[in-house]
């Protein structure tokens, strides 16, 4: 404690509220707090604070909002918890080449906020406010990513400071650069194990001079994913395409009083000019027609639309609805969008079959769904049902040609299946941690374990 107030004065805390508020997350997984957590303002401070980790062999925890899903920024060996809350400027706007440089603290609702006077704006949305860091770190996406890609597509370059306690930057502002390997790339979704991010430059978006939204009620899920399918394939250009089966619609009507039928329903929003935004609409609701979709309905208004994706950013929390006291285990997975009803329907099966409840919500655009595991995280017996659920689940996207998590990462929840999914690529991996990170401090337990030779191949 005495050599971090020599970097940072106060701002480094061991109290136990403020460890415990690092250690735990929306998810089912157990909390583990760091020893001691430190808010850094400036690169220098993070350059300190990881040579003196280094040198004390100290775990070194970056953190961003805390919101991520798979135990990412648990501290597993407890440590230090380097909170990046405070460098949270917005440092450069480009508008005219529609960039911005900001430090990783800022959140994605903070940094729109900035950005609103300029016509541009920043579209990944993972539903939660996170930090942009944190979003860098876990290759983020959310709703959007179907018509504006995912934090790998929207981040031009980096600022990192590496284990050794360099800060390099891994890009310049140009829109496209074959410079060499693409190190913007290796730590965008690294979560934090191979060093830390202290400056980010994003790409930024026009603002849609109109926007419309719509939903629509399907007789079951194969109904809505071929819907989904059919509009994806017919090139329309949707913003977002999102998905709620019957069990999510019924914890929805209660969390959020939507009051909507309880049956599959396709969300949509679309961006562009006036008639533009009604032309795709109107494919849409056509491609809706053919698949048996009743009841289009239109939330033109601010208002209205506010209060439907409201709704949808607040799933977590209409699943937990459907069980007072119980915990979600909260599991993504990606397939190719030809396989999605497939994996969808199979799925559903197998929920039936092992008697769990868990609301389906997805990316469906993407091929992207998450199911919300309702467990009582007291009984082991559920936990261990839930657990195999899970696995089944991973199995079955993989075996589709998918992956084990499309935005979520690996954390400690999936390490067990990134081997499955890719074989002696994970060797790869660890080579290039063991090059980056040789004392392992950085985010340590995280990915893939450190040592057993890789089980499995890639299929
Ligand atoms: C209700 C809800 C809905 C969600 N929906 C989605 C969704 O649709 N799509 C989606 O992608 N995610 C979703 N998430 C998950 C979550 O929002 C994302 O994982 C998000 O990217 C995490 O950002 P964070 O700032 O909270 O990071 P944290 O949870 O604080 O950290 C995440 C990881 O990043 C690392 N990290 C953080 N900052 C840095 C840094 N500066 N340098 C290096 N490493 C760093 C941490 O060590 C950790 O490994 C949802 C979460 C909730 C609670």
Same mark, same amino acid.
């Given at each position: 404690?005495?050599?971090?107030?020599?970097?940072?004065?106060?701002?480094?805390?061991?109290?136990?509220?403020?460890?415990?508020?690092?250690?735990?997350?929306?998810?089912?997984?157990?909390?583990?707090?760091?020893?001691?957590?430190?808010?850094?303002?400036?690169? %220098?401070?993070?350059?300190?604070?990881?040579?003196?980790?280094?040198?004390?062999?100290?775990?070194?925890?970056?953190?961003?909002?805390?919101?991520?899903?798979?135990g990412?920024?648990?501290?597993?060996?407890?440590?230090?918890?380097?909170?990046?809350?405070r460098?949270?400027?917005?440092?450069?706007?480009?508008?005219?080449?529609?960039?911005?440089?900001?430090?990783?603290?800022?959140?994605? #609702?903070?940094?729109?906020?900035?950005?609103?006077?300029?016509g541009?704006?920043?579209?990944?949305?993972?539903?939660?406010?996170?930090?942009?860091?944190?979003?860098?770190?876990?290759?983020?996406?959310g709703?959007?990513?179907?018509?504006?890609?995912?934090?790998?597509?929207?981040?031009?370059?980096?600022?990192?400071?590496?284990?050794?306690?360099?800060?390099?930057?891994?890009?310049?502002?140009? !829109? #496209?650069?074959?410079?060499?390997?693409?190190?913007?790339?290796?730590?965008?979704?690294?979560?934090?194990?191979?060093?830390?991010?202290?400056?980010?430059?994003? !790409?930024?978006?026009?603002?849609?001079?109109?926007?419309?939204?719509?939903?629509?009620?399907?007789?079951?899920? !194969?109904?809505?994913?071929?819907?989904?399918?059919?509009?994806?394939?017919?090139?329309?250009?949707?913003?977002?395409?999102? *998905?709620?089966?019957?069990?999510?619609?019924?914890?929805?009507?209660?969390?959020?009083?939507l009051?909507?039928?309880?049956?599959?329903?396709?969300f949509?929003?679309?961006?562009?000019s006036?008639?533009?935004?009604?032309?795709?609409?109107?494919? %849409?609701?056509?491609?809706? %027609?053919?698949?048996?979709g009743?009841?289009?309905?239109?939330?033109?208004?601010?208002?209205?639309?506010?209060?439907?994706?409201?709704?949808?950013?607040?799933?977590?929390?209409?699943?937990?609805?459907?069980?007072?006291?119980?915990k979600?285990?909260?599991?993504?997975?990606?397939?190719?969008?030809?396989?999605?009803?497939?994996?969808?329907?199979?799925?559903?099966?197998?929920?039936?079959?092992?008697?769990?409840?868990?609301?389906?919500?997805?990316?469906?655009?993407?091929?992207?769904?998450?199911?919300?595991?309702?467990?009582?995280?007291?009984?082991?017996?559920?936990?261990?049902?839930? #657990?195999?659920?899970?696995?089944? *689940?991973?199995?079955?996207?993989?075996?589709?040609?998918?992956?084990?998590?499309?935005?979520?990462?690996?954390?400690?929840?999936?390490?067990?299946?990134?081997?499955?999914?890719?074989?002696?690529?994970?060797?790869?991996?660890?080579?290039? #941690?063991? %090059?980056?990170?040789?004392?392992?401090?950085?985010?340590?337990? !995280?990915?893939?374990?450190?040592?057993?030779?890789?089980?499995?191949?890639?299929?």
């Amino acid at each position: 404690m005495a050599r971090l107030a020599a970097i940072v004065g106060d701002r480094a805390s061991a109290a136990p509220g403020v460890r415990a508020d690092h250690g735990r997350s929306e998810a089912y997984h157990a909390a583990r707090s760091p020893d001691v957590v430190v808010f850094p303002e400036t690169t %220098a401070e993070v350059q300190a604070i990881v040579n003196l980790c280094r040198e004390l062999d100290l775990p070194l925890v970056p953190f961003g909002a805390g919101t991520s899903l798979e135990g990412n920024a648990a501290a597993l060996h407890g440590g230090v918890c380097l909170d990046m809350g405070r460098m949270n400027q917005v440092l450069e706007i480009h508008a005219e080449d529609m960039d911005v440089r900001v430090q990783p603290g800022i959140t994605r #609702k903070q940094l729109n906020a900035q950005l609103r006077d300029t016509g541009l704006f920043f579209p990944i949305d993972p539903g939660a406010d996170a930090s942009i860091g944190g979003m860098t770190s876990t290759r983020a996406s959310g709703t959007m990513a179907v018509r504006y890609g995912t934090m790998k597509d929207n981040v031009l370059a980096l600022e990192v400071v590496l284990a050794d306690g360099r800060a390099i930057r891994t890009a310049r502002r140009a !829109k #496209k650069s074959a410079a060499g390997y693409d190190l913007t790339r290796l730590f965008v979704g690294a979560e934090g194990t191979l060093g830390v991010i202290t400056e980010i430059t994003l !790409k930024l978006h026009p603002q849609p001079e109109a926007i419309s939204s719509a939903v629509c009620a399907f007789p079951d899920l !194969k109904a809505a994913v071929d819907t989904a399918i059919g509009v994806i394939q017919s090139g329309v250009p949707v913003a977002r395409i999102e *998905l709620l089966d019957a069990v999510m619609m019924r914890g929805m009507n209660l969390h959020s009083r939507l009051g909507l039928p309880e049956v599959p329903h396709l969300f949509f929003e679309f961006h562009g000019s006036s008639a533009y935004v009604a032309e795709q609409a109107e494919t %849409a609701q056509a491609i809706a %027609a053919d698949n048996g979709g009743q009841g289009f309905q239109w939330a033109v208004t601010p208002e209205e639309r506010t209060r439907l994706w409201h709704a949808r950013d607040n799933t977590l929390y209409a699943g937990l609805a459907l069980r007072p006291g119980a915990k979600a285990m909260i599991t993504d997975v990606c397939v190719p969008i030809s396989r999605l009803a497939d994996c969808l329907v199979d799925t559903a099966a197998d929920l039936v079959e092992c008697g769990l409840v868990a609301p389906v919500v997805g990316h469906v655009g993407d091929g992207n769904f998450h199911l919300l595991v309702l467990i009582d995280p007291q009984d082991p017996e559920e936990l261990a049902r839930a #657990k195999a659920f899970n696995e089944r *689940l991973v199995r079955r996207a993989i075996a589709l040609d998918g992956t084990c998590t499309g935005e979520h990462g690996i954390g400690m929840g999936k390490m067990d299946f990134l081997a499955l999914e890719l074989g002696e690529a994970v060797d790869a991996m660890r080579l290039l #941690k063991g %090059a980056l990170d040789p004392h392992g401090i950085l985010n340590p337990g !995280k990915i893939f374990k450190p040592h057993p030779p890789t089980q499995g191949s890639a299929p």
